[in-house]
Antibody
């Protein structure tokens, strides 16, 4: 049974770096059948796609975050990683990792993690 | 990139049907049959209820249906039930190799 679990610091200071990990169980991040994504949701607001990654190195980023965002895959730990630099308070929100149903950006997010609330505050 | 456009809220009485619209452009909703819909309850992760415009994942009630005309997709919830109350988001692939979400619609069951 596929499960995705986000983890990382829940409080980050403004201008510092936000780093999150998504541990995947019940599937392999290196399988050739799925892309993997990060999505966030500011408190009381809507969903925002951050980016998508394929284990072979292909990445797609939200243009509004591209200069601050980096995603990677740790194949040995079966994890996804997200790094967001120089964070302002507006980066506060619940961060979700999710799986695309196939290895294509056009496919839907069929599985989601429970999300982790990250607050940017001094 | 702009988010897809959804109404902020809709409401209906138990047993009634409601429709939520999601408007995009020819570069996203209108250009691809990749619209999906998600249901989200407070404090929970979104759950997919419609994919590829009109397909329901296994286990999703047949009371949920989706369609598309031009640049606008729609989600219909028929036979409203109390548990349908929540937030609904549309989502589409965009030709700029990005993914767009709608702003979300709060469904209230009266």
């Amino acid at each position: 049974q596929l499960q995705l679990q986000e983890s990382g610091p829940r409080l980050v200071k403004p201008s510092e770096t936000l780093s999150l990990t998504c541990t995947v169980s019940g599937d392999s991040v290196t399988n050739n059948h799925h892309y993997w994504a990060w999505i966030r949701q500011p408190p009381g607001k809507g969903l925002e796609w951050l980016g998508t990654i394929y284990h072979r190195g292909t990445t797609y980023y939200n243009p509004s975050l591209r200069s601050r965002l980096s995603m990677s895959v740790d194949t040995s730990r079966n994890q996804l990683s997200l790094v967001l630099t120089s964070v302002p308070a507006a980066d506060t929100g619940v961060y979700f990792c999710a799986r695309h149903s196939k290895a294509a950006l056009v496919t839907p997010f069929d599985m989601w993690g429970q999300g982790i609330l990250v607050t940017v505050s001094s | 990139q702009s988010a897809l456009t959804q109404p902020a809220s809709v409401s209906g009485s138990p047993g009634q049907s409601i429709k939520i619209y999601c408007t995009g452009t020819p570069g996203d909703v209108g250009g691809y049959d990749s619209v999906s819909w998600f249901q989200q309850h407070p404090g929970k992760a979104p759950k997919i209820i419609i994919y590829d415009v009109s397909n329901r994942p296994s286990g999703v009630s047949s009371r949920f249906s989706g369609s598309k005309s031009g640049n606008t997709a729609s989600l219909t919830v028929s036979g409203l039930q109390d548990e349908d109350e929540g937030d609904y988001y549309c989502c589409s692939y965009s030709r700029t190799n990005t993914v767009l979400f709608g702003g979300g619609t709060k469904l209230t069951v009266l």
